[in-house]
């Protein structure tokens, strides 16, 4: 079966200094995987994914993703945070082809300090 | 820009009574799905349709939760009856096929009180 761990539930950064929001997986093929950014009372908004090809991926915002198969993760980076940046991060996963039937992680709030 | 629609944005509702959500996807999207969200964690898939017919339905509570999607555009949820236990954030999202991106909408917030 799929799973997903997001490693911390809160993580805190000042603003200028790199963001780093872990996320490993589980699965038993080929993954697509995703991550999505949530912002309070509202939808999620995808930041970027991966399916084939490249496996760094980069997203909107600055964001960028690395599938590195041999550790099962797919941890999402930003060089310099943003105090717009400060919003709940999730990171999901599927199988078979499918981009809308996705198995999530608890999530992980990011706090930007000024 | 396209947006998914969901209406209420937010829903109070007493225990035992009748609760439906409705979702208007993005048109010409064939693919539709609906998350539960309980605070704090991510979203669960209740209930995935491909035009008007169920594809995974796998983790709906099918005692009290019902959805239908009659003409293959928009689609109900509805929750009969409510427990408090249902407190949480309805998403609704669509794609145009199962293998391209889902956009989702701002979901519904539901208290059971």
């Known amino acids: 079966a799929q799973s997903v761990t997001q490693l911390g539930s809160h993580v805190s950064v000042s603003e200028g200094a790199l963001v780093l929001l872990r996320c490993n997986y589980s699965?038993?093929?080929?993954?697509?995987l995703f991550w999505y950014v949530q912002y309070p009372n509202q939808g999620l908004q995808l930041l970027l994914k991966y399916t084939t090809g490249a496996t760094l991926v980069k997203g909107i915002n600055g964001f960028e993703a690395e599938f590195k198969k041999s550790e099962t993760s797919f941890h999402l980076t930003k060089p310099s945070a943003h105090m717009s940046d400060a919003a709940e991060y999730f990171c999901a996963v599927s199988e078979g082809g499918s981009q809308g039937n996705l198995i999530f992680g608890k999530g992980t709030k990011l706090s930007v300090k000024p | 820009e396209a947006e998914v629609a969901q209406s209420p944005r937010y829903k109070i509702t007493e225990k035992s009574q009748a609760v439906a959500f409705w979702c208007d996807p993005i048109?010409?999207?064939?693919?539709l799905y609906w998350y539960r969200q309980i605070l704090g964690q991510g979203p669960e898939l209740l209930v995935q349709?491909?035009?008007?017919?169920?594809?995974?339905d796998s983790q709906l509570p099918k005692d009290r939760f019902s959805a239908e999607r009659l003409k293959g555009v928009d689609s109900t949820l509805k929750i009969q009856p409510a427990e408090l236990g249902d407190s949480a954030m309805y998403l609704c999202a669509s794609s145009r096929v199962v293998d391209t991106e889902a956009f989702f909408g701002q979901g519904t917030r539901l208290t059971v009180v």
């Open positions: 048109s010409g999207h064939a693919t």
């Open positions: 699965s038993s093929v080929p993954p697509y």
């Open positions: 349709f491909q035009d008007e017919s169920v594809v995974d």
